[in-house]
């Protein structure tokens, strides 16, 4: 941060006794679905308008090292629920379609639960991705309200996907296509109309005006699963997009430009209600975008399921007028598992004394441009059927293990991980890759995988030791 250090100094130390000072903050968590790193102005986009989200970030402090627990959306948002890391609570896959005996475990204390109990009017809407099963819902994890849908993607324009959702019921098929069922209200199939996009925006605003009906503070996840595919817009804002070439990339561009003025609506919904002032905002991605979809996530390179940078380094800003720094930017790395202990402590929630987080409190750090994670190590890996790809972060330097040999990088220098510096420094980048396989013993096997054959292959390779994973050579 460059700005209003001494003011907001003043601010972090009386944050400290803030919700027995006064009226705790409304929470908002606004989450895009593998919204590329530089798809948002505030990021460095040029052909993406996005004046609202820039408006909020200017007015408050972009995250540029925020990361998520993982490069796919399933495990990306358990994290970001229950403050643990997916690979220790066995969460490394997304959760399979057609199986409702799988779902994060109920044993995990959900972040909506712990501030629903100190008095939160607590709501979800969008995609759900984190189990089907009738445990595994929304209410049943501590939301108040649920609208949406349980699956990993969905079709976006409901005239057309419910005739095919329809047909497939007259035609007694029992697995239909989770990207075709209707949205759900708290359980309860509903006949959607709107664009979905537009239909979750039109919630956040139902809800907001409910929470203040209610007297009640807040916390609202507004999962949009835009822009993941299918990639569809609707026309009138394609045709705003007339400045990009390329069809795929102009349909990418007018979803995120529909999530941008949804936002503005809600936004608008907060300041009509008085609840603006005393809102926090955290806008953040899943997980890196796809190149094939139309996304763009330079300067890092990789995407959605690698370990490079622009598979898990995503777009994230927080914003609380008069509180968070405005205009700013805070370059040390923030993880999603952080939100659970930072917005339960700011909410004066009380965590479960054997809850088992792998996420920190980083108010104070936030607010006073002081690294939350010094001597960290900040590890990821995807599983693949042929080989494991995993990085490991410590300070400036990243170790990375992709389908080949190890390669390492000085991010403050090279954040695109294009000069490898592994036979310049061959001695840290033994260190750390001892670091990551220590790390990987920690975690549990899968509680859930795509198939048999996929057990039994994780099985028969010892994962994620496959042979030569942690091998130099």
Known sequence: MKTQRLTFLLIALSAVVLSATAARP???????????????????????PTPTLDALAKNGTVCSSAYAAHPVCGPSRAALLTGRSPYTMGGQFNIPYFNHQWGVSTDEVFLSRVLQKSGYYTGVLGKWHLGEGHEFLPNQRGFDEFYGHLGGGHKYFPRKYWAEYEKRLK?????????????LRNGKEAHETEYLTDAFS??????????????????????????HAPIEAKQEDIDKMAHIEGKKRKTYAAMVHCVDYGVKSVVEALKETGAYENTLIIFLSDNGGVSGHGACNAPLSGEKRGVEEGGFRVPMFWHWPG?????????????????????????????????????????????????????????????????????GRLNEWKAVRSGQHWKLYNLEKDVGEQNDLSSQHPERLQDMVNALNKWAATHQMPAWVYSDEERERWELNTNPWFEGTFDLQ
């Not at 919204?35 to 040029?46: E, I, M, P, R």
């Not at 035609?171 to 949205?183: F, R, V």
Request: glycine share 4%.
């Open 171 to 183: 035609a007694g098929d029992t697995e239909i296509p989770p990207n075709t069922t209707p949205q």
């Open 26 to 48: 409304n929470i908002l968590i606004i989450l895009c679905d593998d919204l590329g790193y530089a798809d948002v102005g505030f990021n460095g986009s040029k052909d993406i």
């Open 202 to 227: 039109r919630e956040a605003v139902s809800f907001i005006k409910q929470a203040s009906a209610r007297e009640q503070p807040f916390f609202l996840y507004l999962a949009y699963n835009a822009p």
């Open 323 to 391: 509180v968070i720094p405005a205009n700013c930017t805070f370059e040390y790395p923030v993880l999603t598992m952080d939100f659970y202990p930072t917005l339960a402590n700011l909410a004066g929630a009380s965590i479960p004394a054997d809850k088992e987080l792998d996420g920190k409190d980083i108010w104070i750090d936030l607010l006073n441009d002081r690294n939350p994670h010094p001597d960290e190590l900040i590890a990821v890996i995807s599983h693949r059927p042929e080989h494991t790809d995993i990085a």
